[in-house]
């Protein structure tokens, strides 16, 4: 059926975490996103459910390279054997020759706990890559997808317009929006992980996003979102704190290897401040557990931000 599905790739073993989203127009379909090797069976079961076939999928889109989001690209490209690969240009090499990837996110988790995570990735063949500038468009069926680029969370990032349906595929441009975290309003949170935060172009992308005035919008994490002008105020003021936490951290006299926990302790007073206010959903031990994991990137990716500052600035003075 045309439209756009939902798919709940079950990340980490967790539901409503994590989607990919299936894109039908007639006979034609597209993936966004695809998270892991894991969740591809999930992947081709949607479009089953649909009523098509792997080789009616004519692109793979990913809204950036990290693995939660673009894992599964290899194994999934090989399903569907007349799908390109459509890559911001800077996210494409990595396709192409995941090496580097492969290597920095091993180094990070280990070898055994990515294995279990991610498992092989391969190569892409070139001529199965498709790079989209800024603006740029591509037909599906009878619609069109325009394209884009979004920094902030990442340099490699891009988000998607589906003009029949002025809705947008955020990947994580726009924040993380959890249903276990929505109470009696919406609540969203911006990524600030590794290795590309900055706050000013994460905000100018919020911006850019909300001036398309959507019907809509999908961010990876996690289904649709209708309240755009609420979501987009948080995040942008969750992101001042981000950055007045950098500035603070780069500013201090701490040395490098105790920011992290310098910018843990300041961001996990300022998400207890939040959840004070959100009635029986902030007292919920669950509310915490379900965040745990993002705010522990949010502060690598702050801290992170705030050295590489310090290290610019000592290059600077000589």
């Known amino acids: 059926m045309t439209g756009i ?29 695809n998270n892991t090797n894991e969740a591809v069976p999930r992947l081709l079961a949607a479009l089953a459910e649909q009523g098509l076939r792997p080789e009616q999928v004519d692109y ?3 809204t950036h390279v990290h693995l939660d989001h673009a894992g599964g690209t290899s194994a999934l490209a090989r399903a569907c054997p007349n799908a390109k690969v459509v890559a911001h240009p800077r996210a494409a090499p990595h396709v192409i020759d995941p090496a580097k990837l ?13 294995d279990r995570l991610y498992g092989t990735i391969d190569p892409v063949a070139e001529d199965r890559v498709l790079i989209m500038e800024d603006e740029q468009t591509l037909r599906l069926g009878g619609r069109e997808l325009r394209f884009l680029h979004t920094r902030g969370h990442a340099n490699h990032h891009f988000c998607i317009v589906d003009t029949a349906t002025n809705a947008i595929f955020s990947g994580d441009a726009f924040g993380l929006v ?20 900055e ?9 850019r996003l909300v001036s398309e005035r959507p019907s809509c919008i999908y ?6 979102v209708t309240d755009i002008e609420a ?10 704190f981000a950055e007045r936490l950098r500035d ?24 207890a401040g939040l959840l004070d206010g959100m009635g029986n959903l902030g007292r919920d031990p669950n509310t915490w557990s379900h965040l745990k994991l993002d705010i522990d990137l949010n502060v690598q990716g702050i801290a992170f931000a705030a050295n590489k500052r310090r290290r610019k600035a000592q290059t600077a003075g000589g």
């Open 60 to 62: 793979l889109i990913i």
């Open 231 to 240: 979501a987009a105020g948080q995040l942008l003021r969750h992101l001042d």
């Open 178 to 197: 959890y249903p276990a975290l929505q109470g009696e309003g919406t609540f969203a949170i911006p990524s600030t992980s590794p290795t590309d935060f």
């Open 219 to 224: 961010p990876t994490h996690f289904g649709r």
């Open 5 to 33: 599905h939902t798919i709940d790739t079950h990340y980490l073993g967790l539901a409503e975490v994590a989607a990919a989203y299936l894109i039908v127009d007639g006979d034609r379909a597209a993936f966004v996103d």
């Open 199 to 207: 706050p000013e172009l994460a905000r100018e992308s919020i911006r």
């Open 248 to 271: 603070d951290a780069e500013n201090s006299d701490r040395p490098d290897e105790a920011l992290e926990a310098y910018c843990r302790a300041r961001l996990f007073d300022y998400f």
């Open 102 to 114: 492969v290597a920095s996110a091993s180094a990070v988790y280990g070898q055994a706990e990515f």
